[in-house]
């Protein structure tokens, strides 16, 4: 769920797994009937409602590098 809350597609969550993309569009699809939701947006919502996932903070001041001067 975490990765569908961040918005991975199912070719990542595949690719990070070591599972085919057609292997998570079957596991996505249980949990969607598990969960009564029809869609990923309505998953990651619920579960994060539910405590299931948490999203993680943006880092506050991020380095944003080298600047280059005009």
Known sequence: MQSIAIGLSNRAIGRALGISERT??????????????SSRTQAAV??????????PTPDP????G???AL
Do not use: E, W, Y
């Not at 619920?46 to 999203?55: F, V």
């Not at 001041?61 to 944003?64: E, H, L, S, T």
């Open 24 to 37: 998570v569009k079957v596991h996505i699809r249980s949990i969607f009937i598990k969960m009564n939701v």
């Open 46 to 55: 619920l579960a994060l409602q539910n405590g299931d996932i948490s999203m």
């Open 61 to 64: 001041d991020p380095d944003p």
């Open 66 to 68: 080298p600047t280059c």
